[in-house]
């Protein structure tokens, strides 16, 4: 069962993680049980926050469906919006809109080794599918994280790290652009740009690569992947970009013809190239 993509669904705040400094994670649930027992959505897919007063936003919904106790939203605040969403604090009541968009191809995925490659808050549409196949483990073949950020004060999803490392059936490396003197003491601990990074652990590229982050870093990232050698079809990344209403009304998300909210926001890279240059 899905939501009303139009109307809000009231929902109610049960935690909130401070991330970094500028990152906070938000659990949520909604009020009416059995709208919570019947949600159902797929990794990749997106939700509208909405606090009553300053608007609405769009974010991955970066829990995962194997886990359906709450829904985890990560906002960076940036703009009016989000700062008022960063005051939120458990027990508040928010707006949800979700499901919204497509989502990642897991079906098609099966068998195969993936690799993924974040930056920053782009870590938060990672997490949802690495988490759900950390849960259908069996289905997948060798997964690979790369994960960067400025600092290691940069890194979100600490405890999720944490974990990750000392799992025996993912290889985790975490790369950062600015060092501390703790940094690099640890074999998982690089220091440079995540491309070049990419470059040096030199994936199998037989497999997908999945990224998301900053435009910079995916434009860079592209290009290693292709010097790399993986296909184009079996390189996937994820777009927000001007998403405003969520269901292809408002027309402020498309590109070419495509509409990022009903059409994306998981695009392959074959896909893009087809589209303007306006990415």
Known sequence: MKANPVLPEMATVMEVVEETSNIKTFRVRFDDEEVMKKFTFEPGQVGQLSVFGAGESTFVINSSPTRMDYLQFSVMRVGEVTSRIHQLKAGDSVGVRAPLGN??????????????IGGGIGMAPLRTLLVYMLDNRDDYGKITLLYGARTPQDLSYQEDLAEWIERDDIDVVLTVDNPDEEWGKKPYQKTGLIPNVLKEINPDNSGYAVTCGPPIMIKFTLMALNELGFKDDKIITTLEKRMKCGVGLCGRCNIGDKYVCVDGPVFKYSELQELPNEL
Do not use: I, L, R, S
């Not at 989502?103 to 993924?116: I, L, N, R, S, Y």
């Open 103 to 116: 989502a990642f191809p897991t079906e098609e995925m099966k068998g195969q080794d993936v690799t993924f």
